[in-house]
């Protein structure tokens, strides 16, 4: 059974910085690109950051380029998402999401594995 957990989240204020991890167990996690995904209330879930099987590419929302970082560690079967300058915009429930086929999209639908989410909340 696939499982993913993401942990790392919480209350900060703006400017500030969090590291989100996200733990996946049950599958071959180097034939995954990971993602991570947020929802804010009332809004739909968006695209934050991608990462390719090798952590050798990655691209990222428009809106978190220059403060958030993903990375992947094979061999612990993690993916972080490091979040800098924090602003109140990026307050939302972080999703970490697991794709087979490696195709390294910006879509929900591309992607097979969800974690439970981790609420981020930024503060003014």
């Known amino acids: 059974q696939v499982q993913l957990v993401e942990s790392g989240g919480g209350l900060v204020q703006a400017g500030g910085s969090l590291r989100l991890s996200c733990a996946a167990s049950g599958l071959t996690f180097i034939r995954y690109a990971m993602a991570w995904f947020r929802q804010a209330p009332g809004k739909e879930r968006e695209f934050v950051a991608v990462i390719n099987w090798s952590g050798g590419s990655t691209d990222y929302a428009d809106s978190v380029k220059g403060r958030f970082t993903i990375s992947r560690d094979n061999a612990k079967n993690t993916v972080y998402l490091q979040m800098n300058s924090l602003k109140p915009e990026d307050t939302a429930v972080y999703y970490c999401?697991?794709?087979?086929?490696?195709?390294?999209?910006?879509?929900?639908?591309?992607?097979?594995?969800w974690g439970q989410g981790t609420q981020v909340t930024v503060s003014s």
């Open positions: 999401a697991a794709d087979r086929s490696r195709r390294t999209g910006k879509a929900v639908y591309e992607y097979d594995y």
